[in-house]
């Protein structure tokens, strides 16, 4: 008998309006070739490395880091523990204090998602200006060993900002970061696997993910 996996999608649909960070490539998908005129229908896809649900490999802010085809696989899949952020507003940082209630969970775990809910104002200026993780909680998640955390926000630092304090931190200590995921709150069950699997582009910063979480 087969066993039906309950899967949940955590990625946003990538198309011509998918939000990118401000200054990134527009996504562009449009149509090559088509069941009438060659005989089967292909798609033109011009998309950043960072378009839609994606994973930061450490080499995005950093020269010397692994790039998105070198990393270790095992930090893309794993179980991982949803911490609910989704009272924090607008451009609010996430503290050590905000995370340490959640301390026995962070150590039984391999993925740290951050539920914001932020995803409810896609398509409004307000999806800029989304909650994010401090320094300090960046730095406190790797003491506890979490080398990959996804967000559901455009940006696990501050958007706006000229700085990028966490993602220097993960891309020094080899981690990786998940952004732009979508659909949090659809995670109701205990102990989600999580796969954050990029494409393997080679040399490249990062990848659009289909992020899932699994319940096995």
Not at 8 to 33: H, M, Q
Not at 144 to 163: E, F, R, S
Request: one cysteine or more; proline letters at 5%; charged letters at 20%.
């Amino acid at each position: 008998m087969s066993h039906h996996l309950k899967i949940v999608d955590l990625s946003l649909v990538l198309n011509s309006k998918t939000p990118i960070y401000p200054g990134d490539p527009t996504p562009n998908i449009s149509i090559a070739t088509t069941l009438k005129n060659e005989g089967y229908n292909l798609f033109n896809l011009q998309l950043g490395t960072q378009t839609g649900s994606h994973l930061d490999a450490p080499y995005h802010f950093n020269n010397d880091g692994k790039t998105v085809d070198t990393i270790d696989l095992n930090l893309c899949f794993g179980k991982g523990y949803v911490i609910d952020m989704s009272h924090k507003s607008s451009n609010e940082e996430i503290s050590v204090e905000d995370l340490q209630p959640f301390s026995k969970q962070i150590d039984s775990c391999n993925i740290i998602l951050i539920k914001t809910l932020w995803d409810k104002n896609l398509g409004s200026l307000v999806y800029f200006e989304h909650p994010y993780l401090s320094e300090a909680g960046a730095e406190y998640l790797l003491s506890k060993n979490i080398k990959t955390i996804a967000i559901d926000t455009i940006n696990l630092d501050k958007t706006g900002g000229t700085t990028f304090p966490v993602h220097d931190l993960y891309a020094k200590a080899d981690g990786l970061i998940a952004e732009n995921l979508a659909n949090f709150s659809g995670i109701d069950f205990e102990n989600p696997t999580i796969s954050l699997l990029p494409l393997k582009l080679e040399g490249c910063d990062g990848s659009p993910i289909r992020a899932v979480a699994i319940d096995l």
